[in-house]
C-alpha cells in the first residue's frame, strides 16, 4: 500500500470517527433534554349541563318549554348563578332581552307571583303597574287572558255648562249631568292576572238505595283584577273615571292588532241622531 492511499484512508476514518461522535452526541442531548422536561398530563375537560335558549326572547316574555333546552359545555365557562335545571324556568319572565343560544341566569328571570312581586322587574321605566277591577261580564266569564290584547271602553256621567246660554228668567243655565260612553284606552296588555282560586264541594247522585257521597272538591279561578302596565298619564285617567263610578266594560283585540281606532264619544244626542229617533211621529 502506496503512502499516498494509507494517507486518504487515515482521513476517510477520521470523517467517519467525527460523524459517529457528533451522532452519538446527538442522541445523549436528546436524552437529557427529554428526562429534564416535565411531563405533560392530558387532563379530561370537566363538562356540565345548563339551560340554553332556543329562540330569542324581549323584555316581560313568559318561558314556554319549547323555548328552553338543556346543552353541555365545559364547566370552567359557565356563570354561577346559570340555571341547569329546565322546571326551574318554565312559567317564569325575563327581566331583559335575550338571544337565541344564551345561558339562562337566575337574575334574569322574575317569578310572575304575588310573594316577592318580581312582575316590577319586566316593566319599562317610563311605566307603572295598575291593578285594574274585572268587573265587567267578559271577566266574570274568564275570557281575558294574561297577554291578551284589549281596549277599555267606560260609559260615565260628567257635569257640562252650556256656555253662553240664558234661561227664560234671565239666569244662566244650571250645569246638567251627561252620560258619555267612550273608549278609554287602546291596545292594552294584559301583564297578569290576580286570580281568586274558590274550592266548591260537590255531592254525588246516589243510586236507589245508596247514601249520598261527598266526592273530591272541585277548584276554580275566578279573575278579581288585571295588572296593566300603563303610563302614568294613562293609569291617572283609569283612576280618576273608577273614581267616579264609571262602567267599564273590556272588549278583546286579535292578538296582532296594530289599529288605532278613531271613535266617537257616544251621547244622548248621538244615539238620536244615529238612529233618527228625532223624525219619528
Not at 442522541?27 to 405533560?40: C, S, T, Y
Not at 323584555?59 to 328552553?68: K, P, Y
Not at 364547566?75 to 331583559?96: C, Q, S
Not at 321605566?125 to 287572558?145: C, K, T, W, Y
Amino acid at each position: 500500500m502506496s503512502k499516498k492511499t494509507k494517507t486518504i484512508f487515515i482521513i476517510i476514518a477520521g470523517v467517519i470517527l467525527v460523524a459517529v461522535g457528533v451522532f452519538a452526541s446527538y442522541l445523549l442531548i436528546q436524552r437529557f433534554q427529554g428526562e429534564q422536561a416535565p411531563a405533560v398530563v392530558e387532563e379530561e375537560t370537566v363538562k356540565t349541563a345548563v339551560v340554553v335558549l332556543t329562540r330569542d326572547l324581549s323584555l316581560g316574555d313568559s318561558i314556554e318549554s319549547g323555548d328552553v333546552e338543556l346543552a353541555i359545555v365545559p364547566v370552567d365557562i359557565v356563570p354561577r348563578n346559570a340555571i341547569t335545571n329546565l322546571e326551574e324556568v318554565v312559567g317564569k319572565f325575563v327581566k331583559t332581552d335575550l338571544v337565541q343560544g344564551e345561558m339562562v341566569l337566575a337574575h334574569n328571570l322574575a317569578d310572575p307571583t304575588n310573594v316577592n312581586h318580581d312582575l316590577s322587574f319586566i316593566l319599562s321605566e317610563g311605566h307603572v303597574l295598575m291593578a285594574f277591577p274585572a268587573e265587567d261580564l267578559m271577566s266574570r266569564e274568564n275570557i281575558i287572558q294574561r297577554g291578551d290584547i284589549v281596549d277599555i271602553f267606560a260609559t260615565f256621567q260628567q257635569e257640562v255648562k252650556t256656555v253662553g246660554e240664558i234661561t227664560t228668567t234671565g239666569e244662566s243655565e244650571e250645569p246638567q249631568m251627561r252620560t258619555f260612553t267612550l273608549d278609554t284606552l287602546q291596545k292594552v296588555e294584559v301583564t297578569a292576572l290576580v286570580l281568586e282560586v274558590i274550592e266548591e264541594q260537590t255531592t254525588a247522585t246516589p243510586l236507589q238505595g245508596e247514601e249520598a257521597q261527598e266526592t273530591a272538591p272541585r277548584t276554580s279561578a275566578r279573575i278579581r283584577a288585571y295588572l296593566l302596565a300603563l303610563t302614568p298619564q294613562d293609569a291617572l285617567i283609569l283612576k280618576h273615571l273608577n273614581d267616579t263610578d264609571a262602567k267599564f266594560d273590556i272588549v278583546l283585540r286579535a292578538p296582532t292588532s296594530t289599529v288605532q281606532f278613531e271613535l266617537t264619544p257616544v251621547t244622548e244626542e248621538y244615539i238620536i241622531e244615529f238612529y233618527g229617533l228625532e223624525i219619528l211621529p
